[in-house]
């Protein structure tokens, strides 16, 4: 095991920590355990193991006192609690010991120190055909050419702690999960779905939409994506820091790489649920502006220099009729702005409005403390809707205050109307 390199590093050497650790060396897994104190916790320095002495103890004082009922005799002159707990104390101490011994027998490297849970994830491999039906079908993949003969995954978000967010956390951390996906677990295609506002962040990984259905989970509908971990092209062509681990696991002597080739169609942009580049949002968004007679919209209420700017941080996603596009309850701060089709706004059962072109969902979200939606909403029609995420609006106010101002002033006016008179 290289000094900073292990299978898996457990913090913490209570029962729970050393259990865990001596489990995985036994399994022949490379084991670093990190205890801030001693191993063998709370159990062994102040919970099970001394107070169990300590009742020994008692026990024995009890018995000697009550030793005459049995026919023994004996005198109790009292206890003497310095050698009760020298007694105690070298319970704990034999235990620890033998502890130590074992763990270090077992080949467990222990770090002396406080240990830190940076960042997480998680991912479920699946062999050649064994997906289950249920992520086959919420993933579309069969709509992948040749995947039922490939070994697959689905990569859990990556969460990284607040404060590393933007910083070298994020880098380190998907390097490593590269490393265990193409490296450890090989699989040769990766399933991820997240909350439209994240798509960008996760295309910059690499990650890449397809044609595939949006995803309806607990946290509302999501955008699919796969991340093929040999296609060096494309992790180059999207800018990701990974393109370079692809010459460690494929090439000559190695890996083969999957061939992209058969999927082209599938992979190509267009075709995706969403879609990013500024020039399709802004020919879609024009569109909604020359029809604004026909659809008065917050949007014809912007200056042409506002709405390109929102086309290039905006995008585009198309709900098919029957999605949900957002649930009452869930926190989500981004505006939508309809596009085309009907969406239906409900709580449960009862509808409350039916909106069209050129109407905003999500307004009070956007702008109320909390984030919280208030009402879900259903596509009545396949749809398409412009996303406005709250992140980009906050920025516009430090980078281009008359612009933001502007985006408010249409969103305030949406809100504004709404009150007074109420969609039917
Ligand atoms: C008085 C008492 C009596 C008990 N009696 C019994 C009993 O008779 N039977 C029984 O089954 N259970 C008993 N328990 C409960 C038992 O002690 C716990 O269930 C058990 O210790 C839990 O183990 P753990 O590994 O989860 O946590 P702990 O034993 O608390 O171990 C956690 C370890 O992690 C370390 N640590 C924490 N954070 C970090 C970090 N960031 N980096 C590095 N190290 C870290 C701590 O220093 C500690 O050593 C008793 C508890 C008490 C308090």
């Not at 027998?105 to 039906?133: F, H, M, N, S």
């Not at 920025?395 to 408010?408: N, Q, R, T, Y």
Request: glycine letters at 12%; hydrophobic letters at 40%; a neutral charge.
């Amino acid at each position: 095991m290289a000094d900073n390199q292990c299978d898996l590093v457990v913090l913490g050497g209570g029962s729970g920590g050393y259990a865990a650790a001596l489990r995985a060396a036994e399994l022949g897994r490379s084991v670093v355990l990190v205890e801030k104190d001693k191993v063998g916790g709370t159990c062994l320095h102040r919970g099970c193991i001394p107070t169990k002495a300590l009742l020994h103890a008692g026990e024995i004082a009890d018995q000697a006192r009550e030793s005459a009922a049995f026919g023994v005799k004996t005198t109790f002159d009292g206890m003497d609690m310095p050698g009760v707990h020298k007694y105690k104390d070298s319970v704990i101490a034999k235990n620890h010991k033998g502890l130590t011994g074992l763990i270090k027998g077992r080949g467990i490297k222990v770090v002396d120190g406080e240990g830190r849970l940076t960042g997480t994830t998680r991912i479920r491999r699946w062999e050649a055909g064994q997906v289950p039906a249920k992520d086959w079908a919420a993933f579309s993949m069969e709509r992948f050419e040749g995947l039922r003969d490939m070994p697959t995954a689905e990569i859990g978000r990556l969460m990284i702690e607040p404060g590393r967010r933007g910083q070298m956390g994020l880098v380190s951390m998907s390097c490593a999960v590269y490393q265990m996906y193409a490296g450890e677990l090989v699989a040769d295609a990766g399933f991820i779905n997240c909350a439209a506002g994240l798509v960008r962040h996760y295309r910059l990984l690499g990650f890449r939409t397809y044609a595939g259905d949006m995803v309806p989970t607990a946290d509302g509908i999501e955008v699919p994506l796969v991340l093929i971990p040999s296609d060096r092209a494309y992790l180059e062509q999207a800018g990701s820091f990974m393109a370079p681990f692809t010459d460690l696991f494929y090439g000559a002597g190695k890996r083969a790489p999957v061939d992209v080739g058969r999927w082209t169609r599938l992979l190509d942009a267009d075709s995706a649920p969403v879609r990013f580049d500024a020039a399709a949002v802004w020919e879609r968004v024009s569109r909604l502006r020359q029809a604004a007679d026909e659809h008065p919209s917050m949007i014809e209420t912007l200056s042409e220099d506002t709405v390109r700017k929102l086309g290039d941080k905006g995008f585009l996603m198309n709900i098919p009729a029957g999605h949900l596009l957002t649930e009452k309850g869930l926190t989500q701060r981004e505006i939508f702005v309809i596009l085309e089709g009907a969406f239906e706004v409900h709580d449960r059962e009862r509808r409350i409005a039916l909106l069209g072109p050129g109407e905003v969902i999500g307004e009070v979200g956007f702008f109320g403390t909390s984030g919280r939606r208030m009402a879900s909403v259903t596509a009545a029609s396949d749809g398409q809707v412009l996303v406005l995420r709250r992140r980009f609006v906050d920025e516009l106010m430090h980078s281009d205050p008359a612009c933001a101002a502007e985006v408010l002033f249409g969103l305030a006016r949406v809100l504004a109307d709404r009150q007074y008179a109420p969609a039917s």
